[in-house]
């Protein structure tokens, strides 16, 4: 099944740089209630992970943010495939090449094996039996747990936050890096960065791929009460902000 899925992330991301090289006109950009944006570029991709991850397994339900049903109809799901189509809109459609794919399969509230693709490097992350993997133009890596040394931070580059610059006040040194969509997660897998701090409020489907991986690298994501993010569909398809560290 590993190979499929990362075959399916790999053309799910030659039709995301179709779309990204052609030019996305303004006609083919919508906005949601929360007034976040969304393309016909998502809506494409939406309808391609869920029509092949059907073929390959179709007893699971797939979830996605672009097809989101009655949670009242999802309370029973024990395995699930949860994805993103397009995570990191804002940045597809200005033209900075950090948007990335999810696909993540959930079973009994764990994210259990996640694949990112970053389309535009060519570069895809995965989890797989407790190890992480990298993946550089078809070159593939094992990413090993070495002792992170930076106090490096990352912020989303389009939710920033002032509550924020509160929590680095205790920190003599550190630096900012600003990034869009869950590449964010690899990074700190990566020991790139120490930790990803994040208010408000995010999808399941921003987190679950991300945190899969992170936790095959030794690291985790917690609330700031310091709960575990829910997948489990009883309540809310929203996480509370969180911390993701190594």
């Given amino acids: 099944m590993l190979k499929k899925v990362l075959k399916i992330i790999k053309e799910a991301g030659s039709i995301v740089l ?16 929360d007034n976040s944006p969304v393309t016909s570029v998502d809506y494409d991709v939406n309808d391609f992970l869920i029509k092949e991850l059907y073929k390959l397994t179709p007893d699971f339900p797939i979830l996605s943010e672009e097809n989101l049903p009655d949670i009242k109809l999802c309370k ?7 994805i993103d189509p397009l995570d990191g809109t804002k940045e597809f459609i200005n033209k900075i090449p950090e948007f990335t794919i999810n696909i993540c399969l959930i079973k009994k509230n764990i994210p ?6 970053i389309p535009y490097y ?5 989890s797989h039996f407790g190890k ?3 993946e550089v ?42 990034l869009g969509s869950s590449w964010k997660f690899c990074l700190i897998a990566e020991r790139k960065a120490k930790c990803y701090l994040r208010y408000g409020n995010t999808g ?21 009460s310091g709960k575990n993010l ?17």
């Fill in 137 to 178: 133009q078809g070159c593939k890596s094992v990413i090993k747990k070495n002792i992170y040394n930076n106090n490096n931070f990352i912020v989303s580059r389009s939710h920033y936050d002032l509550k924020i610059d509160t929590y680095l006040k205790k920190y003599k040194y550190y630096s900012k890096i600003k």
């Fill in 122 to 126: 060519k570069t895809l992350y995965y």
């Fill in 230 to 246: 829910d997948y489990s569909l009883k309540k809310s398809f929203l996480n509370p902000g969180f911390k993701a560290c190594i």
């Fill in 204 to 224: 399941i489907w921003d987190t679950a791929a991300g945190e899969s991986i992170l936790n095959a690298s030794g690291g985790c994501i917690k609330t700031f």
């Fill in 76 to 82: 029973n799901w024990n395995t699930y495939w949860l």
């Fill in 18 to 33: 179709f779309y990204y090289y052609k030019n996305i006109s303004k006609k083919n950009i919508f906005y949601k209630v």
């Fill in 112 to 117: 259990l094996f996640g694949v990112i693709y």
């Fill in 132 to 134: 992480l993997f990298k």
